[in-house]
């Protein structure tokens, strides 16, 4: 089957971030740089979280390029983490609302996108 074109532009952004989290997360553990043994624990830790989603985000690029079977699963689990990132996000900093609103839509229509009958059977998910 041929791959549906909101499947390949979700590839292409998705590609995208994976490449520059995994940049942004390298430079605040300091790989490269000789600082990392100057940050602090919290940047540490938001490092290692931040490289662990690039890897993923590039893995679902690869499976959404390719339409691996499970592809499907993951893409609709990292949109489901979105919205619970973003009211997360919400509840620590009530003044981020707008932030939050934009996000919990953009996670949302993918996943309505992730549902539609032609999407779920380009991945075997008829």
Known sequence: MQ???GITVLAVLAAIAGILG??????????????GA???GFLMIAAMIALAYSVLSLALAYGFWTLKPWAWPLGVGVQVLGILQAVVQYVNNPNQLVSAIISVAIAAFILWYLFQPHVKAAFGRA
């Open 3 to 5: 791959r549906p074109t």
């Open 22 to 35: 995994l940049l942004a997360s390298l430079a605040l553990l300091g790989i490269g740089t000789g600082a």
């Open 38 to 40: 100057a940050a602090s």
